[in-house]
């Protein structure tokens, strides 16, 4: 029981060390008599997402796109107002490491209403290479909006990972 | 003993609060380590941490994913997959698979191998996914009425995937370094490079890109794999147009193995960039 509480402090020290890097790596193996080991790691943070705000539709279908940057292009017929912004997110890691970043192509958008959209999503890079702050990676996406589009919130869940190889 | 635990204490406060710094989102996550080998009965812990500002429920999965001749991971919907991508699944043993965490709150996640009586040599993998549950309902109170628009709530589930490989008898691979050029690509330059691969299980490893004659390298890139599933792969790195340009002309890349298992070299070779 007593080696389990061990096991969970050093658990602890472990990402305390992580978190410090190399000072905290030292400050471990100074005691010389915990098995500390120091384990690499990545983080994964949101850092704004990604919005089309809001769109009036028009007689005919049309769409809006957002790209990586943020920059938004409203279709022919469509009103847009508010600020859009790209989905953008943060990754951590050991410096150098090449870090796989994608998730899924589509989403399919559900009215409060009833109605629904779809909207293709993008990604800035297939991968990213950490530096010592770490990197980051950018989803925009284009809305089809249909014609007549049923006002409403709508709402939709898609999935991004960061994958280690 | 007790003094340096005291200590260390306080220190990881500090050092989790700095480390929670510049996430505010709900769902953010730590993962440690990045890759976990398994070579027989001994299993291991993957370190798994709340770094959000909120509490937050993660889910923890098992998932195929194949590498393309691209260098990307595909991920397989369990229906698709081969035996040998099901004996992986089915001998991956982990828990929790599902945690509720407060802030800075890490979580253990024991992983470990069931190997059924008589499986065959070779290499065996799945991705471990961990990934915060969304709030159940995007509050759609919050939302104002849009009486004649249509407001968009975009809800990302993000998470992290590390491979977990198991590695039954005695297995063999080795890598060699293709053509290398760079490229022009809609999200800017990339420097590419053909590695190719032979045995039966994957090999892993740093990429040095280095001038001879010039001791500080051009480009360093940690962590490349070529899976089983792919004898070759594009290995493809965006960098900077300063960066591309001077990778332009006679270069020497070196694959080496994994600092952490000696970093020996898988190959090296000589090459002029286009």
């Avoid at chain 1, 629904?116 to 991968?127: C, D, G, Q």
């Amino acid at each position: 029981m007593r080696y389990f509480g061990m096991k969970r402090a050093l658990a602890g020290a472990a990402i305390a060390a992580l978190a410090m890097n190399a000072s905290a790596a030292h400050a471990a193996s100074a005691t010389g008599t915990a098995t500390a080991k120091i384990l690499r790691q990545i983080t994964l943070t949101k850092t704004s997402d990604l919005q089309y705000a809001t769109i009036i539709s028009g007689a005919t279908a049309s769409t809006v796109a957002v790209s990586t940057a943020g920059a938004a292009t409203c279709g022919a017929g469509l009103t847009c107002t508010g600020t859009t912004t790209a989905g953008s997110y943060n990754v951590q890691g050991t410096n150098g490491a090449v870090v796989l970043v994608g998730g899924d192509s589509s989403v399919t958008l559900n009215g409060s209403l009833g109605g629904t959209m779809s909207s293709t999503l993008t990604y800035s890079s297939p991968n990213i290479t950490l530096g010592t702050t770490g990197g980051s990676f950018q989803v925009g996406g284009t809305l089809s909006v249909g014609a007549n589009q049923a006002s409403g919130d709508y709402s939709g869940t898609f999935n991004v990972t960061a994958n280690y190889q | 003993m007790l003094r340096f635990l005291k200590a260390f204490g306080l220190f990881t406060a500090a050092a989790l609060g700095t480390a929670a710094l510049p996430a505010l989102a709900a769902g953010d996550l730590l993962v440690a380590p990045t890759r976990v080998i398994l070579d027989g009965s001994r299993g291991t812990e993957v370190v798994l941490n709340n770094i959000g500002s909120e509490p937050a429920t993660y889910r923890i999965s098992l998932e195929i994913k194949r590498m393309t001749a691209e260098g990307g991971l595909d991920e397989i919907a369990e229906e698709d997959v081969t035996a040998a991508e099901r004996a992986a699944l089915d001998m991956i043993a982990f828990s929790p698979r599902r945690v509720t965490l407060p802030p800075n709150q890490p979580q253990v996640v024991r992983v470990g191998v069931r190997l059924p009586e008589g499986t065959p040599p070779g290499e065996y993998r799945a991705h471990m996914l961990f990934r915060a549950v969304p709030d159940a309902a995007p509050a759609t109170a919050e939302l104002k009425p849009a009486s004649e628009g249509v407001s968009i709530a975009l809800t990302p589930i993000y998470g992290i995937t590390i491979p977990v490989i198991v590695r039954v008898g005695e297995l063999g691979a080795e890598a060699s370094i293709g053509d290398a050029w760079v490229s022009e690509t809609r999200d800017g330059p990339a420097f590419n490079f053909d590695l190719a691969r032979i045995g039966n299980r994957s090999v892993y490893g740093d990429i040095e890109v280095s001038r001879p004659g010039v001791a500080e390298p051009l480009l360093v890139a940690r962590g490349i794999a070529v899976y089983p599933e792919v004898g070759a792969r594009r290995v493809s790195l965006r960098v900077p147009g300063e960066l591309a340009a001077k990778l332009k002309g006679p270069v020497r890349i070196r694959y080496s193995e994994d600092r952490e298992i000696g970093g020996g070299t898988i190959d090296e070779a000589e090459r002029v960039v286009k």
